[in-house]
Every structure is written in structure tokens, then in C-alpha cells.
């Protein structure tokens, strides 16, 4: 018997202090739940049902009940808090704090701090690998990513990427470390193994970017350009673009349809790209200046 599994997207609304919730099979607004004061990033688990929101102007993070749909609660935090991320057990959670250059390490659960890492200047995107044991920080003033050993909370190693890296993402294998280069428009493809890297032109200001579920094709929000490039990996080289709406940000992949979701700053709405066809298909009203740094699409099975 086949598993029958459904998606939800969650959405921060910079503008209005709310995230939206879509349902990606229906593709349709399905809640809009209030959080702190301006909401940027986003991290989601499967595992316990949760939402992380970081409020960046509230010095807070928002965790939302995903079966519910509802606000748990909202706990304060020092500095400015933009990039989330899980790590794969769900019981901890990583929040890069944006003005004082270190990354926080949190019980997942109660929230508490366990650790701060001092890192670059401005981290903001980050990513872990598969196995837990590799946390990646883009800093955006020192241009580099650094390598985090999880285990004991140090910085194991740098890359240097392109000016002003920002948003990131990862290969399902944990092989290759993709980053977002907004100056330089460009977006380094990194070996995690030998830590060389190549660098591939998209458009301008880029910022945010997501592997297609099969892991052949990148794509790549240009926020100056109003379109998502398309990566094909094979040939380390942008194959097209994709209108989208205005200034889109954060992206993410819906691991069960394939589907793209972008959204659109500057038109509050999130466009739905075809996965397969790599074509426009849809436009979501949400709510004011909508932004989801992070990935954002939690998957689960009923």
C-alpha cells in the first residue's frame, strides 16, 4: 500500500507579523497565524510538528503547532535572529543571530540555550547535513561559510565563496553545499568532502535557492530580476529562467509533488512553479512583504 502524503508551507509575512499556512496539494491559504515583530526566517520537523519562526525585530522565536496550526508560544532572545535550521534528530535548534555574529544552540523543546558560537560577521543562511554531525553558516560580511563541528560546537573549517553569501541549501546526500552569492550574483556549488567549489552566474541579487527533488536542477530566486533561475548540475550552467512575482526571497522544494514555491516580497504571494515542466502554474495571495528564509515546506504523512 502506498503512502499518501501531504504538505504544508509555511510562510513569513515580514509585513504584517503573520505567516500564512498553504496546503501544496490544494494550494490554498489555509490559516494565518500571528507571530513575533517582523518574522524572516523559517525550519520545520516533521518529526515533532513544529514550526520555527524568527522574529528579527522582536528578538524572539515564534513555534508554531503544525498538526493545530496554532501559535505555542514566543520566546525571547538576544540580538537579531534571522537563519533557522533543525538538526535531523529535531532536538536541536540552531539560530543565527544576524548582529552580534554568533549562532545560538537550543534545546529544541524548552527552547533554553545550550550554547553560543561566535562565528563570521552577519551569518544568516544555514544548513546541516544529513547526518547531523555538520552544521554550514553563510556570513555575509566575512563572504565565507563556515563549517561547524556539532559535536563539540567549534569551527572545524572556512570556505570562501562569492561577496555576500546568504541563503544555502544541500544535496539530499550531503555531497555538495550549494550557496548564494547576492553581490557577486553568482552560486558556488561546493564539494563538502574537498571543500573546492565552482561558481555559476544567475541574475541579479540573488538570494535564496532550492534543489529540485530529483537533484538535477538548482533553482534560484533573483531578486532584482523578479525571476527563479534554472540550474542544470551536469552542466554547472543557468539553462532558463522563470518569471515569478516581484522580489522574490525565500524558496523551497515540496519533496512529494516536486512543485517550487517562491515568495514574493514585493507582491505578497507565492508563486507555485511545475517541477516537471519548470513552468509557472500558480499564484498564491498571502500576506504583507512575504519572505520564508529557510525551508520552509514540512512533509508529513497522515
Known amino acids: 500500500m502506498s503512502l499518501c502524503f501531504a504538505g504544508s508551507a509555511y510562510i513569513t509575512n515580514q509585513g504584517e507579523n503573520t505567516v500564512s499556512v498553504i496546503d501544496t496539494t490544494t494550494n490554498q491559504v489555509i490559516n494565518t497565524i500571528k507571530v513575533g515583530l517582523k518574522p524572516v526566517g523559517v525550519t520545520v520537523s516533521a518529526f515533532s510538528r513544529r514550526a520555527y519562526i524568527s522574529n528579527v525585530d522582536g528578538q524572539s522565536i515564534s513555534v508554531i503547532d503544525t498538526t493545530k496550526n496554532k501559535l505555542i508560544n514566543t520566546y525571547r532572545i538576544k540580538g537579531s535572529p534571522v537563519g533557522l535550521v533543525i538538526s535531523p534528530d529535531s532536538k536541536t535548534l540552531y539560530v543565527a543571530d ?3 555574529d554568533r549562532i545560538y544552540v537550543l534545546d529544541a523543546i524548552t527552547l533554553k540555550v545550550q ?3 561566535k562565528d563570521g560577521k552577519a551569518p544568516a543562511g544555514m544548513v546541516i547535513s544529513p547526518d547531523g554531525k555538520k552544521l554550514y553558516i553563510a556570513n555575509r560580511d566575512t563572504n565565507d561559510v563556515a563549517i561547524i563541528d556539532t559535536s563539540t560546537r567549534q ?3 572556512r570556505i570562501t565563496v562569492g561577496k555576500h553569501p546568504f541563503g544555502l541549501a544541500m544535496s539530499k546526500s550531503g555531497n555538495e553545499l550549494y550557496v548564494v552569492n ?8 561546493v564539494n563538502t ?3 573546492k567549489s565552482e561558481s555559476i552566474r544567475v541574475g541579479e541579487h540573488p538570494y535564496c535557492v532550492t534543489p529540485s527533488k530529483d537533484g538535477l536542477f538548482l533553482f534560484v530566486t533573483n531578486t532584482q530580476d523578479d525571476n527563479v ?3 542544470e548540475l551536469a552542466k554547472k550552467q543557468s539553462i532558463a529562467t522563470i518569471k515569478v512575482g516581484e522580489v522574490p526571497e525565500g524558496i523551497s522544494t515540496d ?3 516536486g512543485n517550487i514555491y517562491v515568495a514574493n516580497w514585493a507582491t505578497n504571494q507565492v508563486s507555485v512553479i511545475d517541477g516537471q515542466t519548470q513552468k509557472l502554474m500558480n499564484q498564491i495571495k498571502t500576506g504583507e512583504k512575504s519572505r520564508a528564509f529557510g525551508q520552509f515546506i514540512l512533509q508529513t504523512s497522515p
Open 255 to 257: 519533496e512529494f509533488t
Open 98 to 100: 544576524w548582529t552580534d
Open 229 to 231: 533561475s534554472v540550474i
Open 182 to 189: 547576492v553581490i557577486s550574483n553568482t552560486v558556488s556549488v
Open 193 to 195: 568532502t574537498n571543500l
Open 155 to 157: 569551527i572545524s573549517n
Open 115 to 117: 550554547a553560543e558560537i
